[in-house]
């Protein structure tokens, strides 16, 4: 095997009560990558469709990831990478995880597998430090593996996967504006009170023993995040809004994806997934602001060879 | 049936990351009580062996406690409680918890089960209000439920039941001081740190997917207590030295029991439950401190009539 396609799959990181600690995986919404193998030593990016990023390795999240591979394995040969981006950057659903999770996985089956998704986190997480300026997994993680994952944590990396139950889907609206990270982070207050970080806690613990029971209704009653939404809600549009109507139409919790400004809604069965995500378009069409929507299932696989 | 005998267990609250809303049940280790009918209505404590308790049932928390259930149906006749303690008041597993859970046990049994074991939490939390101050739920819930049990929520009550992993055993060393529940609440600061919380809540995650899935390993790593132990432990005789050595005896992972002063380690099977038992027994024997030790398995059924 000389080249591959794969499909590089987007992902929720925090899920409310989670933060910084849980992500999950879609299926359907992801960016395509192609990678060859090349007489060439190293890693260049051949090609990007679908977003302006730059072409240089290490200034490209995908160029940096696949050099933290690199540089734990001989190889007699190198890499070309095209990018098909259809994860818009700075949606909140984990664009630059993508094409950094897809360039690990890409060379890692090109070489004979010689890590394990797992061990592909910690390439991957490389990428993220360019992105984002730490090296978080909550993101990358679930892309690799698949599911719901939780970093119990960072240093030494510790990630316990759990498998989705079978019929929980993520609707998600992608209000089009821009959020920056670091302004996300910086609303966040160094210090936050006991109480609220013990029903933090309690809820995180019902989501993970919700999410291995199969058990909807202890999810969707966990899905309350105490401590960062109340924060951050308020750079998003129609946040409140938006949540209300999800919960109103069948959604077991609603909450922000990643640091934002994507709003995710979790749901059980597609048919309330495309409900919300339809009581969710009438909403925000009262804006001005320009969205996508997406309904997909929980992705029990992570990024894939297409 | 007009009277009842039956096993009240000794119970873990907090256990290390799981502070204020987890808990366990132990088998072997807890009082019992005899519960009768009587022609006249109400409730009386008759007879106290092993502990210098009130008799007066609005001073005793199994009275307490079973008054809360009679305020909630209606009966024809009373009862009298007989209670034979053998965990020690103070201990830190559970004692008023037990005697709570025990009364509102036996007379729910005696009327014919009108309430789910679940349901008479709320009646034995009226115990732990005259106990400590506060209606908490983290040791009556795993003592009328038996396994783990999440406290995700305390308004409205939602208590999650995780049943334990079939080789788990508990060891708990009592040293014999007293440390009152007042003074332990009194050290913990009122804001705590966002960083702490997040490893908090990710080992609090780690455990509860640690338990639902007997991995033995994912629960040492996750038993961790960034926030409180850091605080207590202090104040408890060898805690540190204790600890180390338990875990150097193959425990999973040990930590302050409740608040204290007993330190529990959880381990896989009873042999190294038995030698981290003999281990701390040699560090603690170096104090003038009396001491007692018990092995248990991690009890599934809770309180039950013998």
Redesign the interface.
């Known amino acids: 095997m000389t080249s591959i396609k794969i499909f590089c799959p987007a992902t929720i990181a925090n899920l409310s009560?989670?933060?910084?600690?849980?992500g999950t995986c879609l299926e359907n919404v992801g960016d395509e990558m192609i990678i060859r193998k090349s007489e060439q030593k190293g890693i260049r990016i051949t090609k990007i469709v679908g977003a302006n990023l730059p072409l240089e390795t290490e200034k490209n999240v995908a160029g940096v990831a696949a050099l933290a591979l690199l540089s734990a394995i001989e190889t007699e040969f190198g890499f070309e990478i095209e990018i098909y981006k259809n994860i818009k950057a700075g949606s909140g659903i984990g664009s630059s995880s993508a094409s950094a999770a897809g360039a690990v996985f890409g060379i890692n089956e090109l070489l004979g597998k010689p890590f394990s998704r797992k061990e592909l986190v910690e390439f991957a997480m490389q990428g993220e430090i360019l992105a984002s300026g730490s090296a978080h997994a909550d993101n990358v993680a679930p892309c690799l593996l698949g599911g719901f994952t939780?970093?119990?944590?960072t240093n030494p990396l510790?990630i316990?996967r759990?498998e989705s139950p079978s019929e929980l889907f993520a609707t998600i609206i992608h209000p089009k504006i821009e959020l920056k990270t670091s302004d996300m982070r910086a609303v966040?207050?160094?210090?936050?009170?006991?109480?609220s970080?013990?029903?933090?806690?309690?809820?995180?613990?019902?989501l993970?023993?919700?999410l291995?029971?199969s058990d909807y209704d202890?999810i969707g009653?966990?899905l309350q995040d105490e401590?960062v939404e109340p924060l951050r809600g308020k750079f998003i549009p129609n946040f409140n809004e938006i949540k209300t109507i999800a919960i109103e139409n069948g959604a077991l919790g609603s909450g922000i994806s990643g640091s934002g400004p994507s709003i995710f809604a979790l749901c059980r069965g597609i048919e309330t997934a495309e409900k919300v995500g339809n009581a969710m378009k009438i909403v925000f069409k009262k804006t001005n602001i320009e969205f996508d929507i997406h309904v997909c299932k929980i992705n029990s696989e992570g990024v894939k060879t297409i």
Chains 1, 2 share one sequence.
Request: proline fraction near 2%.
């Open positions: 009560c989670g933060f910084d600690v849980l939780l970093i119990r944590n510790d316990v759990i966040l207050t160094p210090m936050v009170s006991l109480k970080a013990i029903i933090q806690w309690g809820n995180l613990g019902g993970i023993s919700g291995h029971t202890l009653r966990s401590i």
